[in-house]
């Protein structure tokens, strides 16, 4: 299937939906200056349709912390009704020449339509919980078993997912109910492992006029604001947890509106991540007990004046 360009001439809102401070300086530093506590690193996995700008969208962030044009994820410029990506792989975005940041993304083959096509949900199940190793090549045909040896069978804290994004494209006409329902089927397994969620919505500029002469338009587009309700509608992340922007494609130096749009997201996903590695740790008891004896202790020690 062909995905056919969607170009919209769109009215704009008076005001704005959502305020955003156009400036990428303060999320920039927010996300050079983050270090997750418990795990060395904080996971993000992201999923969706075939050709929706998963990789895209890892190498954008790539390139906006760094500054500079940066492709750590190999993506495809050929339009086609298959995955690119077919394996399980982690890409960490470098900082500086030997460090990188304490984030990862995971990439994984796009969701198809029908059955034997594309990533399985039960395979994106298991992702999450950690049980896919490094270089596992997805079988449509068959999900991974414990008998694999692309099985993790003692995953980490850090081998979870900590965050969990669904990827669409606003330049798609719709998206056919046999894929809805395997969203639904990983949405319900990230839920049940309380696995915090949200969307990005990409290809803003392909999909109307005035966001694609400007970027700041973004928030103004009557389209896309009707397109991300149907998407929120549809899949069930509420709009608050949707985040519209463009990936680098075509580009061969950064730009400051770009730039806002994907770090805006990234630091969502830093807040919400951090948030569900906080609930993964609770304080050990012991610590609560010894803390709460101490301050028993200095509280009948006589006073000396």
């Not at 061969?252 to 993964?280: C, P, Q, R, W």
Request: proline share 4%; net charge neutral.
């Amino acid at each position: 299937m062909i995905l056919m360009k969607m170009f919209v001439f769109s009215s704009a809102l008076s005001v704005p939906w959502r305020q955003i401070s156009w400036g990428k300086e303060t999320d920039l530093q927010y996300v050079q200056n983050y270090k997750p506590v418990n795990v060395k690193i904080l996971r993000v996995l992201m999923y969706g349709q075939v050709g929706v700008g998963k990789s895209s969208f890892i190498n954008s962030v790539s390139s906006a912390v760094r500054g500079r044009m940066s492709s750590p994820a190999l993506v495809s410029a050929a339009t086609s009704d298959s995955s690119f990506t077919t394996t399980y792989e982690t890409h960490k975005i470098r900082r500086g020449i030997s460090n990188s940041y304490p984030f990862v993304f995971n990439d994984i083959m796009g969701l198809e339509e029908g059955m034997g096509r594309g990533v399985r949900p039960e395979d994106i199940k298991l992702a999450m919980m950690g049980h896919v190793k490094e270089g596992y090549k997805f079988n449509p045909s068959s999900a991974l078993s414990k008998q694999d040896a692309g099985y993790n069978q003692s995953p980490s804290p850090g081998d979870q997912v900590h965050v969990l994004v669904l990827v669409m494209s606003a330049n798609v006409a719709e998206i056919k109910e046999s894929v809805l329902q395997k969203m639904r089927s990983v949405r319900e397994a990230a839920r049940d492992l309380g696995i915090p969620q949200m969307a990005i919505v990409t290809h803003i500029d392909k999909a109307c006029a005035a966001t694609e002469n400007d970027l700041k338009n973004v928030y103004s587009s009557k389209h896309l604001k009707k397109k991300m309700e149907d998407f929120s509608s549809a899949v069930g992340i509420p709009m608050s947890s949707i985040f519209p922007l463009k990936n680098y494609s075509e580009e061969i130096y950064i730009n400051d509106d770009v730039d806002t749009l994907i770090l805006s997201a990234l630091t969502h996903m830093i807040h919400i991540g951090d948030d569900f590695i906080e609930k993964m740790f609770p304080q050990n008891w012991l610590w609560n007990w010894t803390s709460r004896k101490i301050e028993e202790f200095l509280a009948e020690m006589p006073v000396f004046t």
